[in-house]
C-alpha cells in the first residue's frame, strides 16, 4: 500500500496537549546550564511545552542526607540532613527555560522510605 501526501489533504490544529511534553533523565540534568539551553531550544523550535524527567527526591538531588556523610564520626547517622534546595533550582531552570515541568514522583531517597527491601 502507498500512501501520497499531495499538500490539499484537509487540515486541522492539532491540539492534544497533553503530548506536548518530552521525557528526559533523571533530576540532576535539569542543574546544568547545557541541559537548560536545550529545552530552551527544544521550546522555541518546536513549541514543546513540558518537560518530565525522573529522581526528583533521589539520593542524587541530595534532598536527605545523613550527617555521617559529611562528618565520618560514630553516632553521626543519627542526624539528617534535608533540603529541597536542588530540587528548586532544577524547577527554576526549567521555567527558565520557558518550559512547564510534569512533575513525576518515583524514586525516593532511602533515609525516607519505610520499606528498605526495594
Same mark, same amino acid.
Given at each position: 500500500?502507498?500512501?501520497?501526501i ?12 497533553y ?6 533523565? *533523571? ?8 541541559? !537548560?539551553?536545550? %529545552? $530552551?531550544?527544544?521550546?522555541?523550535e518546536? @513549541?514543546? =511545552?513540558?518537560?518530565?524527567? *525522573? ?8 534532598? !536527605?542526607?545523613? %550527617? $555521617? ?5 560514630? @553516632?553521626? =547517622? ?13 524547577y527554576?531552570n526549567? %521555567? ?13 531517597p ?9
Amino acid at each position: 500500500m502507498t500512501y501520497v501526501i499531495t499538500g490539499k489533504e484537509k487540515r486541522h490544529i492539532f491540539d492534544r496537549h497533553y503530548q506536548f511534553c518530552v521525557g528526559s533523565g *533523571h533530576a540532576p540534568l535539569a542543574l546544568r546550564t547545557d541541559y !537548560v539551553a536545550q %529545552l $530552551k531550544r527544544v521550546h522555541e523550535e518546536l @513549541g514543546i =511545552e513540558r518537560v518530565r524527567f *525522573h529522581g526528583i527526591f533521589d539520593e542524587d538531588m541530595k534532598v !536527605v542526607l545523613h %550527617l $555521617k556523610s559529611y562528618l565520618p564520626m560514630p @553516632g553521626m =547517622e543519627k542526624f539528617r540532613d534535608v533540603s529541597f534546595n536542588q530540587i528548586g533550582l532544577a524547577y527554576d531552570n526549567v %521555567l527558565s527555560a520557558g518550559m512547564r515541568p510534569l512533575v513525576e514522583l518515583s524514586f525516593m531517597p532511602a533515609l525516607f522510605a519505610r520499606n528498605k527491601t526495594c
